[in-house]
């Protein structure tokens, strides 16, 4: 923004307010477009996790209180909230550690070769979603290739389908790309000349990586885990095909409420959580400089 | 650049997560042409399951749907979208602030809650337009593609900025200075040189919308189920062989528009003034 400092005449106020008006109205199709069918729908559902259930399992809007909202203690969601904050922790962690030498590993590397290296990592994350997921379906299925090959090492069936980890492997198989680019990003505009000062103070190569490297790279680390923790958080796909039915996370709880247990305030309540949760996540990812990845 | 066995220790993590990523992927490609009814065995090959894909009356109708559906919704979010991104890159206006984090919210927000934002929001406004109107509206192909619209313009203006963030501005004052009209200006020089941009944000487009499960489910009625929703159904009932290789002609349509994507980002940049 280079706002002038000295007085503008007349005929540059009207040229900037004509300007003005031109982007507005440039703007304004996609604008109105959001404004009705997205913050007014994101608007209904705090109005509707104020309301109450009737007894048709409809919904009466009017009679506002925070029942919804006082049932978010009740020991049944307090158990789903941990669970899946716990696996998405779990799948956070997964992933930074799978990332970290990855990503050092292809910004070490040629221009060329970094290139290269980085498309194969967005192929997949651009590969149809619902298929990557029921691909370890098919992996993890009973006598399926994953089982045969523990038979073959004389480590025994795999069972793990149905059960946490197996979630866990989707959400990491889902979600890797996410926290490979910030954190390649990170590290790739750290400046040479910093770790060959620290070289050339005779740090070790492991002191200079935990002294330089390791702190500079922090903000491609914290963006990258909250753009693989928010997802994970509120995932419901891949839990309904990997995961079992008996312990339900998030996603699928509150989808249970508006297709089974038809209690639409209580369902609302619980994604006025998550929204609160996702836009506080959200403005950290800001604060760390998640913009400028 | 590290060197000795820091560097072989890395490569094969390196390595690792290439396998971690592409295996599981390429056996189901494998799977699918397998003659065994059991999803993750080998039994022969055989083109059984395409030949059932097919004739299969119902995947042959999500499939239409899928495929109008994202579109439609892509064509109308990409010119909102790259609107939007005009107006952000290129105007200071009143309210540019509020706009451009509404913007962002569509790309952040869990899909669940935009799938529950979407159901509650149709239920309310089709009752209303009932009420005050008369008529009766249902959800369906139509809710389906207001709801991809509803993400994808999003989407589509973080690819087009960027574009126009990274793009030298001398060709459009130079165009001015030589007394071309704003419209001439865009569209012999700015379009042309955004254009690579708005076929990358179409292609993410097209993308999340054939990709979208929650959303979509949410947003849909009777006779406008797409193909990832009867998927996903189908899963959830029990694993077939047929799943496997619908699956692949869902992954071969992804991986077709990644190399579109790719193809027109290597145009982007070839045509870039060097300035690394």
Same mark, same amino acid.
């Given at each position: 923004?280079?706002?002038?400092?000295?007085?503008?005449?007349?005929?540059?106020?009207?040229?900037?307010?004509?300007?003005?008006?031109?982007?507005?109205?440039? !703007?304004?199709? &996609?604008?109105?477009?959001?404004?009705?069918?997205? &913050?007014?729908?994101?608007?209904?559902?705090?109005?509707?996790?104020?309301?109450?259930?009737?007894?048709?399992?409809?919904?009466?809007?009017?009679?506002?209180?925070?029942?919804?909202?006082?049932?978010?203690?009740?020991?049944?969601?307090?158990?789903?909230?941990?669970?899946?904050?716990?696996?998405?922790?779990?799948?956070?962690?997964?992933?930074?550690?799978?990332?970290?030498?990855?990503?050092?590993?292809?910004?070490?590397?040629?221009?060329?070769?970094?290139?290269?290296?980085?498309?194969?990592?967005?192929?997949?994350?651009?590969?149809?979603?619902?298929?990557?997921?029921?691909?370890?379906?098919?992996?993890?299925?009973?006598?399926?290739?994953?089982?045969?090959?523990?038979?073959?090492?004389?480590?025994?069936?795999?069972?793990?389908?149905?059960?946490?980890?197996?979630?866990?492997?989707?959400?990491?198989?889902?979600?890797?790309?996410?926290?490979?680019?910030?954190?390649?990003?990170?590290?790739?505009?750290?400046?040479?000349?910093?770790?060959?000062?620290?070289?050339?103070?005779?740090?070790?190569?492991? !002191?200079?990586?935990?002294?330089?490297?390791?702190?500079?790279?922090?903000?491609?680390?914290?963006?990258?885990?909250?753009?693989?923790?928010?997802?994970?958080?509120? &995932?419901?796909?891949?839990?309904?095909?990997?995961?079992?039915?008996?312990?339900?996370?998030?996603?699928?709880?509150?989808?249970?409420?508006?297709?089974?247990?038809?209690?639409?305030?209580?369902?609302?309540?619980?994604? &006025?959580?998550?929204?609160?949760?996702?836009?506080?996540?959200?403005?950290?990812?800001?604060?760390?400089?998640?913009?400028?990845? | 650049?590290?060197?000795?066995?820091?560097?072989?220790?890395?490569?094969?993590?390196?390595?690792?997560?290439?396998?971690?990523?592409?295996?599981?992927?390429? $056996? $189901?490609?494998?799977? =699918?042409?397998?003659?065994? @009814?059991?999803?993750?065995?080998?039994? +022969?090959?055989?083109?059984?399951?395409?030949?059932?894909? +097919?004739?299969?009356?119902?995947?042959?109708? /999500?499939?239409?749907? =899928?495929?109008?559906?994202?579109?439609?919704?892509?064509?109308?979010?990409?010119?909102?979208?790259?609107?939007?991104?005009?107006?952000?890159? @290129?105007?200071?206006?009143? +309210?540019?602030?509020?706009?451009?984090?509404?913007?962002?919210?569509?790309?952040?927000?869990?899909?669940?809650?935009?799938?529950?934002?979407?159901?509650?929001?149709?239920?309310?406004?089709?009752?209303?337009?009932?009420?005050?109107?008369?008529?009766?509206?249902?959800?369906?192909?139509?809710?389906?593609?207001?709801?991809?619209?509803?993400?994808?313009?999003?989407?589509?203006?973080?690819?087009? @900025?960027?574009?126009?963030?990274?793009?030298?501005?001398?060709?459009?004052?130079?165009? /001015?200075?030589?007394? /071309?009209?704003?419209?001439?200006?865009? @569209?012999?020089?700015?379009?042309?040189?955004?254009?690579? +941009?708005?076929?990358?944000?179409?292609?993410?487009?097209?993308?999340?919308?054939?990709?979208?499960?929650?959303?979509?489910?949410?947003? =849909?009625?009777?006779?406008?189920?797409?193909?990832?929703?009867?998927?996903?159904?189908?899963?959830?009932?029990?694993?077939?062989?047929?799943?496997?290789?619908?699956?692949?002609?869902?992954?071969?349509?992804?991986?077709?528009?990644?190399?579109? =994507?790719?193809?027109?980002?290597?145009?982007?940049?070839?045509?870039?003034?060097?300035?690394?």
């Amino acid at each position: 923004m280079t706002d002038t400092v000295h007085p503008l005449t007349a005929h540059e106020r009207a040229h900037e307010s004509a300007e003005s008006r031109r982007g507005f109205l440039l !703007a304004l199709p &996609a604008y109105l477009y959001l404004l009705v069918f997205f &913050a007014l729908p994101l608007a209904i559902v705090f109005v509707y996790s104020f309301a109450t259930r009737n007894r048709t399992g409809g919904t009466d809007l009017s009679g506002w209180n925070l029942d919804s909202y006082g049932r978010l203690g009740d020991e049944i969601v307090t158990r789903v909230v941990m669970r899946s904050f716990g696996l998405a922790m779990v799948t956070t962690i997964v992933c930074l550690l799978l990332a970290y030498p990855f990503a050092y590993f292809v910004s070490t590397r040629r221009p060329a070769v970094r290139g290269l290296l980085l498309v194969g990592v967005m192929i997949p994350f651009w590969t149809n979603f619902l298929v990557r997921n029921y691909a370890w379906r098919v992996l993890l299925s009973n006598d399926g290739p994953v089982s045969e090959l523990t038979q073959l090492l004389g480590l025994g069936e795999t069972r793990i389908l149905f059960t946490q980890t197996a979630v866990v492997l989707g959400l990491v198989y889902s979600f890797l790309p996410f926290m490979i680019l910030p954190l390649y990003a990170s590290l790739e505009r750290i400046d040479g000349r910093l770790v060959e000062a620290s070289r050339d103070l005779y740090a070790s190569s492991w !002191a200079s990586f935990r002294r330089v490297i390791l702190p500079l790279s922090r903000p491609g680390a914290i963006a990258g885990s909250i753009l693989v923790f928010v997802p994970s958080f509120g &995932a419901y796909v891949t839990p309904a095909i990997l995961g079992g039915d008996k312990k339900p996370l998030l996603g699928s709880y509150i989808v249970s409420q508006f297709l089974t247990a038809r209690n639409w305030p209580f369902g609302a309540s619980l994604s &006025a959580v998550l929204i609160v949760v996702m836009l506080s996540a959200t403005l950290v990812y800001f604060r760390a400089g998640g913009r400028n990845l | 650049m590290i060197r000795g066995w820091t560097a072989r220790l890395l490569g094969s993590a390196t390595g690792l997560v290439y396998f971690f990523l592409y295996a599981p992927v390429l $056996l $189901l490609v494998v799977f =699918s042409f397998s003659a065994d @009814r059991n999803v993750g065995r080998w039994g +022969g090959f055989t083109l059984d399951w395409y030949r059932e894909f +097919g004739a299969n009356a119902e995947v042959q109708d /999500a499939l239409r749907i =899928s495929l109008q559906v994202a579109v439609v919704s892509t064509l109308i979010a990409t010119v909102l979208g790259t609107m939007a991104a005009l107006a952000l890159e @290129r105007f200071r206006f009143r +309210g540019k602030k509020v706009f451009d984090a509404l913007l962002y919210l569509p790309i952040i927000i869990p899909d669940v809650t935009m799938a529950v934002m979407m159901l509650l929001f149709f239920t309310w406004s089709l009752d209303l337009v009932d009420t005050v109107t008369g008529f009766t509206l249902r959800k369906g192909v139509g809710t389906v593609v207001v709801s991809h619209i509803a993400f994808n313009i999003s989407f589509v203006s973080v690819v087009v @900025r960027a574009r126009l963030d990274g793009m030298d501005q001398t060709l459009e004052q130079a165009a /001015a200075d030589l007394y /071309a009209t704003r419209w001439q200006a865009f @569209r012999h020089v700015t379009l042309p040189l955004i254009l690579p +941009g708005v076929l990358g944000g179409a292609l993410l487009a097209l993308t999340l919308s054939l990709d979208d499960v929650v959303v979509t489910q949410f947003a =849909s009625g009777p006779g406008s189920t797409t193909l990832p929703v009867f998927v996903f159904s189908l899963i959830r009932k029990g694993v077939t062989p047929l799943i496997n290789a619908v699956s692949v002609v869902m992954l071969v349509i992804s991986v077709l528009l990644v190399v579109l =994507s790719l193809i027109a980002q290597r145009a982007s940049s070839s045509d870039e003034p060097a300035t690394e």
